[in-house]
């Protein structure tokens, strides 16, 4: 039998002395793989910062300067596996594992960093296409400048002012941002020329993004008359929907905010345009759905007080008296015996007594009536069984068996002591308090 552990000890070790070795060896070639890295990022910022500018770059020159700082501890590291004193196999273990790690994180940093600035100088080195580019876009752009114009005022004689301010400017709008787009791509070229890079970048971006806004602006007339059209489908739809509901109103209960609901549709309706006439059909839909949609709340909420009468205020300080006897009850008995009451009977008194303290603010409105309401019954539930359950914590810590003159046959006779008699005239007293309040309800 020893014969066998010890063979298994020596493979166990010749396993871990393997994969020592593996480490050791990945710790040496990514110290090599990183040092490189290292060395071609700093000719690649070079190169970026030649092209795009120092500001540009900060980023990768941020990144190298910390990956620099951070792999001086990996050499350090790696030249204290090598010293001439003697290590550990668990610290030669840790050592190439944190090598490893430092070398890792370095080149994904590195990486991370030269993969942003990709699109940058890809960029710049092709500026001069995106230069011609951005001077066939402006030129393609001013070429719709005059239909754009027919367009918007065609559209002003059908609609209100109030609707085409969001396009009236669209044209003069895009005809500036067109010419700043043809002057930024020659105020580029200049400052290429001059090998001012990142001038030239700066005034290349903003000569694309001007021709970009220049066509989304002209666009927008074309979709403004696409969504004036079906704004005005759709508000015909609502209209004969809202004149429906109007009729179907008249069987709704009849209460004033009905009444008020059917008033404010009625009036949205008749400020609608007359045919014919200048109109901002998104304005009239947004307060048409408006009223209509009040109408439909108004008749909900109508409906279900209807079949759901709103308690009096006089039911729901009755309810919320009873909460209170109850609560009282329960506070005395727990307070009396506090080192007898458990966790549950205490929640339970804690969570109605938190609850009583918003009734009184909700019985006024009839908006929250019905929940001061439920919420003084609950309240009242909650003391209740609060109270049963300290009952029976009490009654559990009392000794089972009294010492002889103490009950029964002792002085005073009769049942051992007072305790079932209290509780049942207390819970006699809360039955009763139930059932007054469900006469008053």
């Known amino acids: 039998m020893a014969g066998f552990w010890g063979k298994r ?12 070795a593996d480490l050791a060896r990945r710790a040496e070639q990514a110290l090599v793989a990183a040092d490189e890295r290292i060395r071609t990022a700093g000719d690649e910022l070079a190169f970026a910062e030649a092209e795009l500018g120092v500001s540009l770059t900060k980023d990768l020159k941020a990144a190298l300067e910390s990956v620099k700082t951070h792999l001086r501890e990996a050499f350090q590291l790696h030249q204290l596996n090598h010293d001439e004193i003697p290590d550990t196999d668990e610290e030669l273990r840790t050592r190439n594992a944190r090598i490893v790690q430092l070398c890792e994180w370095a080149e994904d940093l590195l990486d991370e960093k030269t993969g942003a600035l990709a699109d940058s100088v890809t960029r710049v080195r092709q500026a001069p296409q995106i230069i011609e580019q951005v001077r066939r876009d402006a030129e393609a752009l001013s070429a719709r400048i005059p239909q754009t114009r027919a367009t918007i ?16 400017a669209s044209a003069d709008e895009a005809e500036q941002l067109i010419a700043f787009a043809t002057h930024g791509a020659d105020v580029s070229e200049r400052r290429r020329a001059a090998r001012q890079n990142e ?29 004036a059209l079906r704004a005005e489908s759709t508000l015909a739809e609502v209209v004969a929907d809202s004149r ?46 408006t009223a209509n949609t009040a109408l439909d709340d108004a008749i909900a909420k109508a409906q279900y007080r209807a079949q759901n009468p709103l308690p009096s205020v006089a039911q729901v300080q009755h309810a919320l ?16 015996h506090r080192g007898w009451i458990g966790a549950d009977a205490r929640t339970r008194f804690a969570e109605a007594e938190r609850l009583r303290i918003d009734i009184p603010e909700m019985v006024a409105s009839e908006e929250t009536r019905d929940q001061a309401l439920a919420a003084s019954r609950r309240v009242a539930q909650l003391a209740a069984e609060a109270l049963q359950l300290a009952q029976r914590d009490i009654d559990s810590a009392r000794p089972q068996q009294q010492a002889p003159g103490w009950g029964g046959d002792g002085w005073g006779g009769g049942r ?21 309040d469900g006469i008053f309800d």
Do not use: C, W
């Open 321 to 336: 008296d009873d909460a209170d006897r109850q609560l009282g009850v329960a506070r005395g008995l727990i307070s009396g």
């Open 153 to 168: 005022e065609r559209l002003s004689s059908r609609y209100a002012e109030s609707a085409m301010h969001q396009i009236a």
């Open 244 to 289: 429906g509901d109007i009729v179907a109103a008249r069987n709704a209960p009849n209460v004033p905010a009905v009444a008020s609901a059917v008033a404010d549709l009625e009036k949205a309706l008749d400020a609608l345009s007359p045919a014919g006439s200048r109109s901002d059909p998104f304005a009239e839909l947004t307060q048409l759905r």
């Open 9 to 20: 000890k020596r493979e166990q070790e010749a396993a871990q002395a393997a994969q020592d």
């Open 416 to 436: 051992r002591g007072g305790g079932g008699d209290i509780m049942g005239g207390i819970m006699g007293g809360l039955v009763i308090g139930s059932i007054l």
């Open 199 to 227: 001038e030239a970048n700066l005034a290349l971006e903003t000569a694309t993004e001007a021709t970009r806004r220049a066509g989304a602006l002209m666009d927008a007339v074309e979709d403004f008359e696409i969504e």
